[in-house]
């Protein structure tokens, strides 16, 4: 079975700063995707980002990119200039191909310095 | 468009009462899903169906049952609740043998004393 480890359960950084959110995977998988989903107080389920195992090239949706090291299992978040509005628990999460099942990590929670 | 949306949003029972939590899409995803959220334990699946009338168990379905009669609906129940059922439920939904992102629902508080 896959698991998903997030050894940080909180985070916190000044506003404008850049924060990197950590999580690592075990899979014996080689098609698979990993996602971020971002959860603030309103407790809804957001997408952040994914990532297509195949794919090499690292994701990014604006302020949000990602670290994806296949061979080291890691799937880190970059935030880059924090604001306010990010604060919020970020899970990571996986996925096998062809199936939808998603393994989550337990989160960390991030907290934005003003 | 709706979304996938969850009653109720907040719910309190007594150990050993039955209830059906509801989930309904209107985006015609054929998989739909249950989670468990718990303090530093993440979402873990519950249930989860692959099609009306196809479901299955995921990793903690005991205590729970879930059916699939239309392609929009997939209601949990529980059949005798436990304080260990305390948690907050959401449900999922996508379509299927794609890389699309899951659609969860708003999540439903339940407490169980």
């Known amino acids: 079975a896959q698991t998903v480890t997030q050894s940080q359960p909180e985070m916190s950084v000044q506003e404008a700063e850049t924060v990197t959110l950590s999580c690592t995977y075990d899979t014996s998988e080689s098609d698979y995707y990993l996602f971020w989903y971002k959860q603030p107080p309103s407790r809804q389920m957001i997408l952040v980002i994914r990532q297509e195992a195949y794919k090499q090239q690292n994701a990014t949706e604006n302020r949000f990119s990602v670290n994806f090291q296949k061979a080291a299992k890691s799937f880190s978040l970059k935030i880059s200039d924090s604001q306010l509005g990010d604060a919020a628990m970020y899970f990571c999460?996986?996925?096998?191909?062809?199936?939808?099942?998603?393994?989550f990590g337990t989160g960390t929670r991030l907290t934005i310095i003003p | 468009n709706a979304g996938v949306t969850q009653t109720p949003k907040f719910q309190v029972l007594k150990t050993g009462q039955s209830m059906t939590l509801q989930c309904a899409q209107d985006m015609n995803h054929e998989y739909m899903s249950w989670y468990r959220q718990d303090p530093g334990m993440g979402l873990r699946l519950i249930h989860y169906?692959?099609?009306?009338?196809?479901?299955d168990q995921g990793e903690v379905p005991n205590g729970y049952n879930v059916s699939r009669s239309t392609t929009e609906d997939f209601p949990l129940r529980l059949l005798s609740a436990a304080p260990s059922q305390t948690s907050v439920y959401f449900c999922a939904s996508t379509l299927s043998g794609r890389a699309d992102e899951q659609y969860f629902g708003p999540g439903t508080r339940l407490t169980v004393t």
């Open positions: 999460a996986y996925r096998n191909f062809g199936n939808e099942k998603l393994t």
């Open positions: 169906s692959v099609g009306a009338g196809i479901t």
